[in-house]
């Protein structure tokens, strides 16, 4: 798949946003944290968006067979660089959040997280895929849930419930999760397996291209609340 994403592509999608993460949480300031979470928030905001607004009803508008040939372009980039974005993202503002005091126990909500919003969306992976009895997904699903678990139990003497704007936005960086790790991304794998096979099925391919441009316009919107709650926090109101 990085072959046919462009392997420098493929690399600068997922080595850049991550690193970049792992310096400001590691060794920036709050201002520079804050940057990396706005700007990878913006780039998976934006780009689905315009998946919704401009390229859904463009591809809406093809031939079958034209729409399939468009994904087998278009989806290796966006399975590496959609879910670095997102990944980047999420995780960025849980961190910023428990460094200005608005996540306290941050290791135990991150623990929660893993359970409450990975386990659901690892469980869609599982069906898409029909994994529930392969080992490697049981034993992804245990140390991500698993672990989730333990860190949840270790850390909760820290654990406090935030305000209501925060777990506002908890909820909904957990239905993006779901969407996103649990349906867009096994979306884009089970496109790509498809397109390299001996047969591939066009209409297949563009069903899934079309479900997966649809669901990035409601990941889109969801953002746009999550960017709503921000200012809320930030300025306690909207001047109304």
Excluded: C
């Amino acid at each position: 798949m990085a072959k046919r994403a462009n392997p420098a592509f493929g690399a600068g999608a997922v080595l850049i946003p991550v690193a970049l993460f792992a310096a400001a949480s590691l060794f920036g300031t709050i201002q520079q944290l804050t940057y990396v979470h706005v700007m990878t928030g913006v780039l998976w905001t934006g780009i689905d968006l315009f998946m919704t607004l401009v390229l859904g009803p463009v591809l809406g508008g093809l031939a079958v067979e034209e729409r399939a040939a468009v994904f087998q372009r278009f989806t290796p980039k966006m399975t590496f660089l959609m879910p670095t974005l997102a990944f980047t993202t999420i995780f960025a503002g849980m961190v910023l959040a428990g460094r200005m005091g608005y996540l306290p126990g941050l290791s135990a909500w991150g623990g929660l997280f893993a359970i409450v919003a990975m386990g659901p969306a690892l469980l869609a992976v599982g069906f898409q895929f029909d994994a529930f009895t392969d080992r490697r997904w049981l034993a992804l699903f245990a140390v991500v849930v698993g672990g989730g678990a333990v860190s949840f139990v270790a850390n909760l003497g820290t654990f406090a419930i935030p305000g209501p704007a925060i777990l506002a936005a908890l909820a909904v960086v957990t239905v993006l999760t779901i969407i996103g790790f649990g349906i867009l991304l096994p979306g884009e794998i089970r496109m790509y397996l498809e397109m390299t096979s001996e047969t591939p099925d066009a209409d297949l391919i563009g069903a899934i291209g079309m479900r997966n441009a649809k669901l990035s316009g409601v990941e889109g919107v969801l953002q746009l609340s999550i960017v709503a709650i921000m200012v809320y926090i930030r300025y306690g109101g909207f001047g109304f």
